[in-house]
């Protein structure tokens, strides 16, 4: 079964501070995504990946960048943490287009920021 | 760019009864329409998805159907179970980039027994 391993389940940073959330997936998977999800808005993309060093910026990349060094490993910066970035992020990855565009999930890192 | 509404944003049934869930889509381009299941403190997971040559979609107690031309499309879970309290997302896949999709804001249903 595919897994996709995001580094910490809770995290608590401090206003201005600069933040890395890493995620992982062990199937060889092209796609990479992050998402933020806050309560009545669903689930928003950040910034997604289909290939080594290629990014995509989605619907809400501001204050956010990425990076993706390596095939399995996906990471979202915060530059500098601010409070209305305080949220639960979700990691995914799916294998290609097509019927293999299956996301496949991380359990969450839920950040506050104070 | 592609815009997923979904309705009702709470849904409470009695075990037992039938459950629906609408949304509906801005793009005409969005050819593929999965739904998520997010059971409380779990990651999402994909229980059903339906691709725009096709109307309908069953599988066991879940089924999805689309409406291409008013391009809308349902979630339908008959008998149900106090295991189907959860959230569910409705998605719609991006006309640029297959791989994407715009999420709903989400449905909480709660099956009371």
Redesign the interface.
């Known amino acids: 079964d595919v897994k996709v391993t995001q580094s910490s389940r809770y995290l608590v940073k401090r206003t201005g501070e600069k933040v890395f959330l890493e995620c992982v997936q062990d199937m060889d998977h092209e796609n990479m995504f992050w998402y933020r999800q806050d309560p009545g808005l669903g689930l928003r993309l950040i910034y997604f990946s289909y290939d080594v060093k290629m990014k995509e910026k989605g619907d809400i990349p501001e204050g956010y960048s990425v990076s993706r060094e390596k095939k399995e490993r996906f990471s979202l910066i915060l530059e500098s943490a601010s409070t209305n970035q305080t949220s639960m992020y979700l990691c995914a990855s799916s294998l290609g287009t097509g019927p293999r565009r299956k996301l496949f999930f991380g359990s969450g890192t839920q950040l506050s920021v104070l | ?1 592609e815009n ?1 509404e ?1 309705h009702p ?1 709470t849904l409470s049934v009695q075990e037992g009864d039938s459950a629906v869930i609408k949304c509906t889509y801005s793009d005409s381009a969005s050819n ?1 329409f ?1 739904w ?1 299941k997010q059971e409380l403190g ?5 229980i059903i ?1 339906i691709r725009s040559n096709v109307g309908e979609k069953k599988d066991q107690r879940i089924a999805v159907t689309l409406n291409k031309t008013a391009k809308h499309f349902s979630l339908h879970i008959t008998e149900t179970q106090p295991e189907d309290s959860a959230v569910y ?1 409705c998605a719609a ?1 991006d006309r640029n ?10 449905t909480r249903l709660s099956v009371l027994p």
Not at chain 2, 97 to 106: D, H, L, R
């Open positions: 760019g997923v979904q944003s593929y999965p998520y779990k990651r999402p997971q994909l998805d997302f896949s980039y297959g791989q994407n999709f715009v999420f709903g804001p989400g």
